[in-house]
């Protein structure tokens, strides 16, 4: 990581008003122009909202010219800025030219209506065993258990299943030291086995119908930023990269911007640990922490800055200290 402004920016301190400040003043200067700039946000919604803000803003300078090439600038989610350089490199990464997008709201439909069936009668007979032997009440625990570890196979990107499972076993094998659970493990083990096979169908499933998800979006222009071509576009084509709602970051797309600060003139993340709600979408508040006092060790020899927007526009003095 180098080449970088962290700002520290907790709820109402104005974190969208200094980005949309740091990118007009960059246009007013000359130092790049909109096609010389990414901007990611955490929601096409807060896109939409930026770009509205950064125009009006413009318009307010007369700078109609870059007003005018706004829309040149690569201003969405971390997905569609993917998206765009999958789109154009789609041959390095071995994949067809035309593809359909798969929403989360599509892959949840997809998850619950294939569980079932990825499940064999033999696996069924095992965890109603299990259930009629440990006297549980659910029968159906372990749909609940195949999804939760999918679901966090999506949202982290993690591809080694293997390595989970190793983990899940020695976990289990700390909490009940005397042993007596060789009914447990075997359930572990089974469900890991089930899942590393709906993996695969659900990869052969949107190879055939060339579908792309949010994960898959991430996971690509991660691995395209890994390549010496994109990075020479990235280097001779974006200057300045900036990141709203920093907190919201997965660990796929901590990578993606620690890559990107390393080919462009200079980054600005806005963001604030507390706010780091989402964790069903991989973001968290340890992880983020961590970026933070990684940054703050690395400014003697990073070229990287922190500035605090510790003033709240969205409360009073005496409502604050009551």
């Avoid at 798969?102 to 569980?115: H, N, P, V």
């Avoid at 901590?254 to 706010?275: A, E, M």
């Avoid at 989402?278 to 070229?303: P, Q, W």
Wanted: net charge negative; charged share 30%.
């Amino acid at each position: 990581m180098r080449n970088i402004t962290y700002f520290n920016a907790g709820a109402g301190s104005g974190k969208t008003y200094r980005l949309t400040e740091e990118l007009v003043k960059i246009f007013s200067d000359g130092s790049a122009a909109p096609e010389n700039v990414i901007l990611t946000t955490f929601t096409k919604a807060a896109a939409a909202d930026f770009k509205r803000k950064a125009r009006e803003k413009l318009l307010s300078k007369g700078m109609l010219e870059s007003v005018a090439s706004l829309e040149d600038a690569k201003i969405g989610t971390v997905h569609s800025v993917g998206l765009h350089y999958i789109k154009k490199y789609w041959y390095i990464l071995g994949r067809s030219a035309t593809f359909n997008e798969m929403d989360d709201q599509a892959k949840e439909a997809y998850i619950s209506r294939t569980l079932s069936g990825v499940a064999a009668d033999d696996d069924i007979a095992l965890f109603r065993k299990y259930v009629r032997d440990r006297e549980l009440k659910d029968y159906d625990f372990w749909r609940n258990d195949l999804t939760s570890i999918i679901e966090s196979c999506e949202t982290f990107g993690i591809s080694d299943l293997d390595i989970c499972l190793d983990n899940s076993l020695k976990h289990i094998n700390t909490m009940f030291p005397n042993g007596g659970v060789d009914d447990m493990i075997e359930v572990t083990k089974r469900l890991f086995d089930i899942a590393k096979r709906w993996r695969k169908e659900f990869h052969d499933f949107k190879a055939k119908n060339n579908l792309l998800s949010f994960n898959d979006m991430e996971a690509l222009f991660l691995q395209l930023l890994d390549n010496a071509i994109v990075q020479d576009d990235i280097r001779n084509s974006i200057k300045y990269v900036f990141v709203d709602e920093f907190q919201d970051s997965n660990q796929t797309q901590l990578k993606i911007f620690d890559k990107l600060s390393d080919l462009v003139q200079h980054s600005y993340w806005v963001g604030d640990p507390k706010q780091a709600i989402y964790r069903f979408r991989g973001c968290d508040t340890e992880l983020v922490s961590a970026i933070m006092k990684h940054l703050e060790a690395s400014k003697a020899d990073g070229n990287i800055y922190s500035r605090e927007l510790d003033k709240s526009w969205r409360s009073v003095e005496p409502l604050v200290k009551l």
